[in-house]
């Protein structure tokens, strides 16, 4: 019987290949996992160089990799030609002066960059997003069939683990997905909680963490998880339903912990508690130079509204005893 691997996060690895990591699928599990070129030295060359437990661990993860025949390289970033990928794009457009607009921004020094303005220029970002998104479904599709593997076309087999601290919702959530675990915001979470945002680049002077934790546990403190790695938190998420429209804010994942799967399923997560509250719908704001978010949000379905966004601060987080 032929093992059934998970389109979707195939494509999730495909889609973070670099010149400084590595996935592969287990034949026999299906587990998807990436490694970083640095740690495949290590575990090839020098498993016993010193480094702290928590590498360790992952160098370990990684020799066993490489040291079984269970687990499948997949395509790397040269193999994936996004080069290429580009290039097809700009030839699949209607009409002639995007075609040509494409092709010169392609051929010459700052390809890859040029391209991006370009079709920010022609606002045809959307459009790009999902012709890669179908590129590279084709290329896992492709991969997967010529390693003997079934493909499941539905949601990832990884996913996120309820805490029995949290209060209940409808449904079941989905298995774990890296070993991380996701469970409610406790109190002693407040400062490593912080930390992350801190790390991620979330903070803003206007905004005082602290009080932004605050007001949040005194309102459907259900929707504001954490996701932990053994002791370590590393991702966050707060989410809200007013009765009309959930938001989603101070989504983070730990920059170390990055490209692996661990912010899709923690939206997975808070998506799922909004839907058993009755929401229809989920807004958040991104701001605009943030195209790394941009391109996370649009590849887990999100679309950009043509509305305005107005805000209107009624409490200002510096006068005391204000929260």
């Known amino acids: 019987m032929k093992t059934t691997v998970s389109l979707r996060e195939v494509v999730d690895a495909l889609d973070i290949e670099s010149d400084e990591m590595s996935s592969y699928v287990n034949r026999s599990t299906a587990q998807v996992i990436t490694i970083t070129h640095e740690d495949r030295r290590l575990a090839e060359d020098d498993p016993d160089a010193d480094m702290p437990d928590w590498q360790r661990d992952v160098v370990a993860e990684a020799r066993k990799v490489l040291e079984s025949k269970d687990w499948l390289e997949l395509p790397s970033k040269f193999d994936i030609n996004e080069w290429e990928i580009m290039d097809r794009f700009g030839q699949s457009l209607s009409k002639a002066a995007e075609r040509a607009k494409i092709a010169d921004a392609i051929h010459g020094n700052g390809a890859f960059r040029n391209f991006k303005g370009t079709i920010r220029r022609l606002g045809i970002e959307e459009a790009w997003y999902a012709y890669r998104q179908r590129a590279l479904e084709d290329i896992a599709r492709e991969w997967l069939a010529e390693h003997g593997l079934e493909v499941d076309e539905g949601r990832p087999a990884s996913g996120v683990a309820q805490d029995s601290a949290c209060p209940p919702v409808a449904e079941q959530p989905i298995a774990p997905v890296n070993d991380m675990q996701v469970r409610c915001f406790e109190d002693s979470d407040e400062a490593p909680v912080i930390r992350l945002w801190e790390r991620c680049g979330l903070l803003r002077p206007w ?88 391109s996370f949000y649009q590849r887990i379905g999100f679309k950009e509204d043509d509305v305005v966004s107005l805000g209107k601060r009624l409490v200002r987080d510096d006068e005391k005893g204000r929260v």
């Open 207 to 294: 905004n005082d963490p602290s009080k932004d934790i605050a007001r949040k546990k005194r309102m459907q403190r259900e929707l504001f998880l954490v996701g932990t790695i053994g002791d370590e938190i590393v991702a966050s998420v707060m989410g809200g339903y007013d009765g009309h429209r959930g938001w989603v804010n101070y989504l983070a994942v730990d920059p170390d912990r990055r490209r692996q799967g661990l912010a899709s399923a923690l939206m997975t997560e808070v998506e799922r508690r909004l839907r058993a509250l009755g929401c229809a719908k989920i807004n958040l704001q991104v701001r605009r130079d943030n195209s790394e978010a941009i």
